[in-house]
């Protein structure tokens, strides 16, 4: 994954910075082995909690009306990630986790980032200037 200027960038860099971060630790990957994509994830895990509880503090000190609905994003994708950790001590597991990681994860990322974050990103660069 590369951080691509026109699809990730917000250029608010409160939000941008955790962003760089997330692609930073997914490039980390050495190794096609199971234990690799496990030990990235649980690192990306990690990285993601605190990227999100940044974005809702920010949600709810501007008063961002669509706070929920992001909120709630946020928690179905760190289920996910820590299920399928969880999960990945069984071949399928193993298997899941990888494609997940491979797939799911980035297609994951631009959507949020261009939808969900871009709209965030929007109403505090107004509020903030405003
Ligand atoms: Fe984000
Ligand atoms: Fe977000």
Same mark, same amino acid.
Request: glycine share 2%.
């Given at each position: #994954? $590369? %951080?691509?200027?026109? !699809?990730?960038?917000?250029?608010?860099? /409160? #939000?941008?910075?955790?962003?760089?971060?997330?692609?930073? &630790?997914?490039?980390?990957?050495?190794?096609?082995?199971?234990?690799?994509?496990?030990?990235?994830?649980? @690192? &990306?895990?990690?990285?993601? !909690?605190?990227?999100?509880?940044?974005? /809702?503090?920010?949600?709810? @000190?501007?008063?961002?009306?669509?706070? !929920?609905?992001?909120?709630? $994003?946020? @928690?179905?994708?760190?289920?996910?990630?820590?299920? %399928?950790?969880?999960?990945?001590?069984? &071949?399928?597991?193993? !298997? &899941?986790?990888?494609?997940? %990681?491979? $797939?799911?994860?980035?297609?994951? %990322?631009?959507?949020?980032?261009?939808? #969900?974050?871009?709209?965030?990103?929007?109403?505090? @660069?107004?509020?903030?200037?405003?």
């Amino acid at each position: #994954m $590369e %951080f691509d200027n026109t !699809k990730h960038s917000l250029n608010f860099e /409160e #939000m941008d910075s955790y962003h760089r971060d997330f692609i930073e &630790i997914y490039n980390s990957l050495e190794y096609d082995t199971s234990e690799a994509y496990k030990n990235v994830m649980i @690192k &990306i895990l990690e990285q993601t !909690k605190l990227h999100f509880c940044h974005e /809702e503090e920010l949600m709810s @000190k501007h008063k961002y009306p669509r706070i !929920k609905e992001h909120s709630d $994003e946020h @928690k179905k994708v760190l289920y996910e990630m820590e299920y %399928f950790i969880n999960g990945s001590n069984t &071949i399928v597991g193993r !298997k &899941i986790l990888k494609s997940y %990681f491979l $797939e799911g994860l980035p297609s994951w %990322f631009d959507t949020h980032l261009v939808s #969900m974050d871009s709209d965030l990103s929007s109403f505090l @660069k107004e509020k903030i200037n405003s």
